[in-house]
């Protein structure tokens, strides 16, 4: 088992940045491959980023790339979505999610662990 905390969310402005981190305790994640959704109300969970267990692959959705960036240290037992541009349509519940296999790195269904969410609410 391993245990994922989200925090970081909070309401900004169209146009600041975020920094939101996901801290695991239990096992550590250096196995596991991470993954970062969002979810807004009425909606489906969508695929935001993930990356690999060695931190050396990242992925990202059409829509937040070049603006997020995600980031592990496993020493830390860390996983970081650094969000910049943000705007009103990224509104939304941030969670972090883990896999120790190989998923569909896009597809929620695939991660068995996930965070309780954190809230992040882009003004115009």
């Known amino acids: 088992q391993v245990q994922l905390v989200e925090s970081g969310g909070g309401l900004v402005q169209a146009g600041d940045s975020l920094r939101l981190s996901c801290a695991a305790s239990?096992?550590?994640?250096?196995?596991?491959?991470m993954g970062w959704f969002r979810q807004a109300p009425g909606k489906e969970r969508e695929f935001i980023a993930a990356i690999s267990q060695s931190g050396g692959t990242p992925y990202y959705a059409n829509s937040v790339k070049g603006r997020f960036a995600i980031s592990r240290d496993n020493a830390k037992n860390t996983v970081l979505l650094t969000m910049n541009s943000l705007k009103p349509e990224d509104t939304a519940v941030y969670y972090c999610?883990?896999?120790?296999?190989?998923?569909?790195?896009?597809?929620?269904?695939?991660?068995?662990?996930w965070g309780q969410g954190t809230q992040v609410t882009v003004s115009s």
């Open positions: 999610a883990a896999t120790r296999d190989y998923p569909g790195y896009d597809d929620h269904s695939r991660y068995q662990y």
């Open positions: 239990g096992r550590g994640l250096r196995s596991y491959f």
